[in-house]
């Protein structure tokens, strides 16, 4: 279901992560450039339909719209999880689907913010 590395994925990943509707739910707010494609480490969720970024120890995941709902993002990041236990995610408090899919995933929830709650991947 995941594959390490973006091997021929570089362009699929690069247009995801900047999808209006990818930037709106994320935190960070903006588009980024090819650059960003080389820090961090990436994993493609396989068909494909979405990729998870980790850097600095913080997980990161995007889900093509026709592939959401299906339990997907949940398993994908369980699977990330039990190969790097104890990474953590910011996820801003209105993205429910996000939420969901970290906590069904096994995330915790370490702290809530006004604007984010941190998660963490049991160990």
């Not at 935190?27 to 480490?41: A, I, K, M, N, Q």
């Not at 299906?70 to 953590?88: M, N, V, Y």
């Amino acid at each position: 279901m995941i594959l390490p590395g973006l091997g021929m994925e570089r362009a699929y990943v690069l247009a995801l992560r900047n999808d209006p509707e990818i930037i709106a739910r994320g935190v960070s707010g903006h588009t980024v450039g090819p650059e960003w494609l080389d820090t961090g480490r990436f994993y493609v969720i396989y068909e494909p339909v979405g990729y998870m970024r980790v850097d600095e120890g913080e997980v990161s995941i995007a889900v093509e719209y026709g592939a959401r709902g299906q339990g997907i993002a949940s398993r994908a990041l369980r699977s990330l999880a039990d190969r790097e236990p104890g990474i953590t995610a910011r996820v801003k408090v209105d993205n429910h689907a996000s939420l969901w899919a970290f906590r069904k995933a096994g995330f915790d929830e370490v702290e809530r913010r006004s604007d984010l709650v941190l998660l963490r991947a049991a160990r």
